[in-house]
């Protein structure tokens, strides 16, 4: 088969595979939700204070939940053996690797943009940031999901590798969180936010390009 | 500059010498610490090919 | 290889070798120490005693002579890090993998010096421990950075496999670094109002300057020293079933 088709495919087995545990899939979700509520439970419920820092407890919880997703990027086809096969293939496995973080993406991380709008609502966001969060979100989880595949690569084949994946990916995630929680920031007070979107968007052009040729790389070292 | 103007850093003296202690500490375990390790394990290692040439 | 001289690329072939990789070293080491221990002493003699005090900030500007020069070799020693495991990835070269795991601890201790020194100097200025100022918050994500290095490292029991993971995390790292660095001085450009650790600095004439040179020069040496102190011990563990380290213990 052409590269294209074997794309698309891997893309496919991965989507089936997701749907056949439909359960699993509302874990970030839910666990976004939760840490999201845990915010106004630690610093008081005063509305002022949330609308101030909603967009910063938004952004660092859907990273939290990207994060914690990851685990299940790589591992059930490190576990049964298939992961080794994708690497065997005649295709370049980079791309192969990018079709399987595309399906993981919208998997994982596409739920989150859809259960924002409820969350801003509970911490009183204007609705000019809100349409700016739905635009950070989209752009930045993809990096997410992008950046996080090269440390589950890393650590994919590890005992305990999740306790060390948190260190590896979220230093490489705080310019995301930056220049999105500062757009949504910037939107509410009315301001412009035309260049950290693009910035966001530059990132995103950045990762998808770079990202999946370590991840390859390090899966190749952890499956050896 | 006397002794006691010298360690007494105009006021700030905690601050000066409290940086460059710490900083001496952190370098010389840096640099004696794989030292200790090496001969450590160059003197296990002698003990566990003697072991093994008794066998 | 035409712009290499044929002795500096034999030395290299050479040192590529583990035993006279380790030979050398033990010869080399204690020079270094010698040329270190001139310049720290110059440096901290320029510095502590003949440099006059700043007139904003009295004697504790005295710290700049520590957190300055470990700032940049906290950055430095990460480029040489992904530099060899870069080497050592491509050309698989059992020494490369070595100077890049032995750079990390000395590259994380020299981030936790700078760290430290950099509270110390900005507690009497500015009234607290930390201060969320770029460079600071840009130090702290560098220690996490080395700390995921070394954990990654230590996690992994096979050393060749493990080597590979953290040259690419290396590499990984540096392509990142500057997105890092200079986000979060953006980031502290909208928060904090004037950059703190620009008016740290103080307004440099060369009495104050030059020691601060030396001791750049004097770190980097120190760097080199430990690397190599770290990449010995690294050396002999891996490579203990060998003839030259089992004749190492036979000469003892």
Known sequence: MSLWQAFIAIIQRDLILAFRRRAEMLNPILFFIIVVTLFPLGVGAQPQLLQTIAPGIIWVSALLAAMLSLDGLFRSDFDDGSLEQILLSPHPTSILILGKIIAHWLVTGLPLILVAPLLAEFLGMHSDALIVLLKTLLLGTPVLSLVGAIGVALTVGLRRGGMILSLLVLPLYVPVLIFASNAVEMASGGLPVDAQINILLAMLCLALVLAPLPASAALKMSAS | MNWQEFFAMGGYAFYVWMSYGITVIVMLVIVVMPIVQRKQFLRQQLLRLKRQEKI | ?252
Not at chain 3, 2 to 13: A, D, E, Y
Not at chain 3, 65 to 81: C, K, N, Q, R
Not at chain 3, 185 to 195: E, F, K
């Open chain 3, 1 to 252: 290889m035409f712009l290499i001289p044929k002795p500096v690329g034999k030395f290299f072939h050479r040192m590529a070798s583990p035993p006279h990789f380790y030979d050398f070293t033990s010869r080399l080491i204690p020079w270094l120490s010698w040329i270190f221990l001139f310049l720290v002493v110059a440096g901290l003699y320029g510095g502590l005693v003949l440099a006059p005090a700043d007139y904003q900030q009295g004697d504790s500007f005295r710290i700049m002579y520590i957190h300055v020069p470990s700032a940049w070799m906290s950055m430095f020693v990460y480029v040489m890090m992904a530099v060899a495991g870069g080497i050592g990835l491509v050309w698989r070269l059992k020494l490369a993998e070595i100077v890049a795991i032995s750079s990390a601890s000395v590259g994380a201790g020299f981030t936790f010096i700078a760290l430290v020194t950099g509270s110390l100097w900005g507690k009497p200025m500015w009234g607290t421990w930390w201060v969320w100022d770029a460079r600071l918050t840009s130090e702290l994500i560098l220690l996490f950075l080395y700390l995921g290095v070394i954990g990654l490292y230590g996690a992994i029991d096979d050393k060749r496999t493990a080597s590979r993971a953290v040259a690419i995390l290396a590499l990984v790292g540096v392509v990142n670094i500057p997105i890092i660095h200079y986000s979060v001085v953006w980031w502290n450009t909208l928060h904090q109002g004037p950059i703190i650790s620009d008016e740290l600095r103080p307004t440099v004439h060369i009495s104050m300057l030059w020691p601060l040179l030396v001791m750049a020069g004097a770190f980097k040496i120190y760097y080199v020293i430990a690397m190599l102190q770290r990449a010995r011990a690294e050396l002999v563990v891996r490579e203990r079933n060998s003839q030259w380290v089992k004749a190492l213990l036979e000469s003892k």
